[in-house]
């Protein structure tokens, strides 16, 4: 498994901007396709985007899709979330999580039984 950390969250106005990070250790970072999850209060985990391990194809839900943008820098061995026009509707705890498989085929990793590290999250509340 892969130890993973993120950074970044806070409270934004609407409209605003924040961009979260992912460190990662322990285990082949540039191997690894990357996700991010978040988790509003009361409602179940869901999907945010993907990046394959070689950073080159990306995945969106459509919720965030033209205003977040995942990206990754292997030799940082970290992943980021660029979040723009942010919503009230985006208020959640935001996890970065590990795919289970090095070299995966797939980068577009919906589901949380796909991925086999998580971080511990961090806050992100936008205000109206």
């Known amino acids: 498994q892969v130890q993973l950390v993120e950074f970044g969250g806070g409270l934004v106005q609407e409209g605003g901007s924040l961009r979260l990070s992912c460190a990662a250790s322990?285990?082949?970072?540039?191997?690894?396709?990357m996700g991010w999850f978040r988790q509003a209060l009361g409602k179940e985990r869901e999907f945010v985007a993907a990046?394959?391990?070689?950073?080159?194809?990306?995945y969106y839900a459509d919720s965030v899709k033209g205003r977040f943008t995942i990206s990754r820098d292997n030799t940082k061995n970290t992943v980021y979330l660029q979040m723009n026009s942010l919503q009230p509707e985006d208020t959640a705890l935001y996890y970065c999580?590990?795919?289970?498989?090095?070299?995966?085929?797939?980068?577009?990793?919906?589901?949380?039984?796909?991925?086999?590290?998580w971080g511990q999250g961090t806050q992100v509340t936008v205000s109206s």
């Open positions: 322990g285990r082949t970072f540039s191997n690894v396709a």
């Open positions: 999580a590990a795919d289970r498989a090095d070299y995966g085929n797939s980068y577009r990793l919906t589901s949380t039984d796909q991925y086999d590290s």
């Open positions: 990046i394959s391990w070689r950073g080159t194809s990306t």
